[in-house]
Structures are given as structure tokens and as C-alpha cells.
């Protein structure tokens, strides 16, 4: 059977370390991969380079379209070929993100960053969603210690981050059922049994 399972949240959550525990568990007992968004391919990756790169003043609905678009070719080349090889797919991020930091945090607001993405990805959506939900100034303190380069949009003021997450806040209120919260201000060890916890019961 095949599943599109996605991992959401703000910076410094520790989606990445999450998505590699769980297809590290996953590989024992399924057929599964693990990409990203945006990216994950050649030309995502690409327009995700345009995306992230500092010093520029990209227009907030140029930059709602770039993600959408390298959605598009992610999904059509990368995610819907591997669900219909049967397999489990583990994507960190996908359309809850344009609408919690585009929708949400850049004011587009949630229906025109939807109408937009509808086109990109017609009807798939993710079976289920993790949500590690975490204080924006947590995140922020870990990506400052752990050296990586603050991108264009980690670089926003931090309204910008609190805003993220009342998106996705909101976000998991809509759709309880599909996506599952976690508390990720915990060891990455606690983390990734929670969310494994609620993939297992998902996956029966
Ligand atoms: P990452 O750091 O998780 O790889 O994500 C890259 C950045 O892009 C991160 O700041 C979140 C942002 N982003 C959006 O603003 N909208 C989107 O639709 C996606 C997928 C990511």
C-alpha cells in the first residue's frame, strides 16, 4: 500500500533529523523513501536555490508561484512514480507550508495561496501530516548552534516565524485527522518516538 506522509513545522524543529529515524524504522518493514520540498530533484532544487537565495527582494506572490511550481515537477516527477510503485513516501514539507508562511506570515492569505496550489497539485494530498510544533525563538537558538546558513527566509524578522506557526496552528485545528502534532521542544530520541508512534498506528 502506498502512503504519502508528510513532516511540517517551523525553522529548527528537526524535521530532518525526524525524517531520517523514520525511514531508518520504515526501511525494515516497508518500501519507502524520503525526499524534500522544495527540491528533491533537478529542477526543484534548482528553483529552490532561486528561492532561498539572500540579497534579493522577491515579490511575495513570485515567491508563492516558485514554490508552487517546484511542487509541481516534485510531485509529478518524484512522489505520485514512487506511490504508484506501492511505496511509502516521507516528504519533508509540502502545501501546508505555502499556506502557513506564504498564506499565513506573508498575508496572502490562505484561499489565493490555495487556488494556486489546486492547479500545482490537483487533488494529492498527503495521507497523513506530522507537525512538530515548536516555540519560533527554540528553532531559531538551534539553527544559530548548529551553524547552518540562515537562508533568505530563516533570515525574516521573528513576527514573521511567530506568524508561521499560528498558520500551522491553525492549520491543525482544520484538519485534525490528517495532521498529527508533536511536541518538539524534547530529546530528538523522544521526538522520533512520538511521531513514530502515531506513523505505526496510521500504518497498522
Ligand atoms: P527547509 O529549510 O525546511 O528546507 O525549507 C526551506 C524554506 O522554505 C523554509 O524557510 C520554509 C520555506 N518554505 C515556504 O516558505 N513555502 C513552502 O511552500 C515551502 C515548501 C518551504
Not at 19 to 32: C, G, R
Amino acid at each position: 500500500m502506498s502512503y504519502f506522509i508528510t513532516f511540517e513545522g517551523p525553522e529548527g524543529s528537526g524535521k530532518t533529523t525526524l525524517i531520517t529515524a523514520v525511514y531508518e524504522m520504515l526501511l525494515k518493514s516497508h518500501s519507502v523513501i524520503k525526499t524534500r520540498e522544495p527540491g528533491g530533484i533537478t529542477i526543484s532544487e534548482m528553483i529552490r536555490e532561486v528561492l532561498l537565495a539572500k540579497g534579493n527582494d522577491m515579490d511575495y506572490r513570485t515567491e508563492a508561484l516558485l514554490f508552487a511550481a517546484s511542487r509541481r515537477q516534485h510531485l509529478t516527477e518524484k512522489v505520485i512514480p514512487a506511490l504508484n510503485q506501492g511505496k511509502v513516501v516521507l516528504c519533508d514539507r509540502f502545501v501546508d507550508s505555502s499556506i502557513a508562511y506564504q498564506g499565513y506570515a506573508r498575508g496572502i492569505g490562505t484561499e489565493a495561496v490555495m487556488e494556486i496550489n489546486r492547479f500545482a497539485i490537483e487533488d494529492y494530498m498527503p495521507d497523513l501530516t506530522i507537525y512538530l510544533k515548536l516555540d519560533p525563538e527554540v528553532g531559531l537558538s538551534r539553527i544559530s548552534s548548529n551553524k547552518r546558513d540562515r537562508n533568505r527566509l530563516d533570515a525574516e524578522q521573528i513576527d514573521f516565524h511567530h506568524d508561521v506557526v499560528s498558520g500551522y496552528n491553525k492549520l491543525s485545528e482544520i484538519y485534525p485527522e490528517r495532521i498529527k502534532t508533536v511536541d518538539a521542544n524534547q530529546t530528538p530520541e523522544k521526538v522520533a518516538e512520538d511521531a513514530l508512534k502515531i506513523i505505526n498506528q496510521f500504518l497498522g
